[in-house]
């Protein structure tokens, strides 16, 4: 069963910084692409980012394209998320996803337990 463990969230004051981080157990996701989403109560789990298995490709939602950076390190199985310049509307759960996908969260096989982000104005 393949696992994957959020970690980095928690509170910050607006225009702040975190980095998010996503530990993986199987070797197989060296192989496999990954991607953050992020939820809110009520909410569609959205799309945030994306990196592709080599980490040559990435995808960026509109609404962080420029603030929040993906990578990878597949050595140590694991996938970041700088985000900088974090607005309140930042606020959420945010998850990590591995597998293979496009930016809808059906599209992804495996899931980390959530990480909450909360931005304070």
């Known amino acids: 069963q393949a696992q994957l463990v959020e970690s980095g969230g928690g509170l910050v004051q607006a225009g702040g910084s975190l980095r998010l981080s996503c530990a993986a157990s199987?070797?197989?996701?060296?192989?496999?692409?990954m991607a953050w989403f992020r939820q809110t109560p009520g909410k569609v789990r959205d799309f945030v980012s994306s990196?592709?298995?080599?980490?040559?490709?990435?995808d960026y939602a509109d609404s962080v394209k420029g603030r929040f950076t993906i990578s990878r390190d597949n050595a140590k199985k694991t996938v970041y998320l700088q985000m900088n310049s974090l607005k309140p509307e930042d606020t959420s759960v945010y998850y990590c996803?591995?597998?293979?996908?496009?930016?809808?969260?059906?599209?992804?096989?495996?899931w980390g337990q959530g990480t909450q982000v909360t931005v304070s104005s």
């Open positions: 199987e070797r197989t996701f060296s192989s496999a692409a």
């Open positions: 996803a591995a597998g293979s996908g496009d930016r809808m969260w059906y599209t992804w096989h495996y």
């Open positions: 990196i592709s298995d080599s980490g040559d490709t990435t």
